[in-house]
């Protein structure tokens, strides 16, 4: 979770909820923070597998490895990002067409780590020919980290929500019939403090 009762003190304080209605609350905080709204996807560390085309690699002059004479390299982004790179990746490879152009799938074959570099941001470096990549890896912020930036402002952001989702109660009780104070001022609201997190949103690798 993004947010803990735990976090009460320091992020929204004084909410007075406790309880199923706390954690209720909580949740629903998560909820919009995961929206389109925000950083449309779950935020919380998640294993992803994807297969990324190659599209044009380019041959590299200075030796690496085992390829004294050159190699063949590509930059490919994954669509989820930040990667949590203290859990290991794993990168697998294939061509699907021969020297001579024509189609001819080859099986997925593991690529050591040493050829492949991956940043967090998913900026990913492929030292071997290939056409297509299956990349499998760990990406979303850990929120039991509290030394991490991120992790300050998101927790932030989904506090001011969730203090507003408190008060917003209230509001309901006492003026359940206007609509429009009801939801869309408070969708203007959740727009306005949840742009910082599109930065987030998934890439678009079609």
């Not at 050591?112 to 990406?139: I, W």
């Amino acid at each position: 979770m993004i947010l803990t009762p735990d976090d009460e003190p320091i992020y929204f304080p004084n909410i007075g909820l406790e309880g199923d209605a706390l954690d209720g609350c909580l949740r629903r905080t998560q909820a919009f923070v995961e929206s389109y709204m925000g950083c449309g996807r779950p935020i919380e560390p998640r294993l992803y597998v994807e297969n990324l085309l190659v599209r044009q690699p380019t041959w590299q002059t200075a030796p690496l490895s085992d390829q004294p004479e050159g190699y063949y390299s590509s930059v490919l982004y994954t669509r989820y990002h930040p990667l949590l790179l203290g859990v290991t990746p794993r990168l697998e490879v294939r061509t699907v067409r021969d020297s001579w152009g024509r189609n001819r799938v080859s099986e997925w074959t593991s690529v050591s780590s040493d050829l492949f570099e991956v940043d967090p941001a998913g900026r990913l470096r492929v030292n071997v020919y290939c056409d297509e990549v299956r990349f499998t890896y760990t990406a979303g912020i850990d929120f039991t980290n509290l030394d991490d930036p991120a992790v300050v402002e998101i927790k932030a952001i989904a506090g001011m929500i969730a203090i507003r989702l408190s008060a917003r109660a209230d509001i309901e009780s006492s003026r359940a019939n206007d609509e429009s104070y009801l939801y869309q001022d408070f969708n203007d609201y959740l727009r306005t403090v949840l742009m910082p997190l599109k930065r987030y949103y998934p890439r678009d690798n079609g």
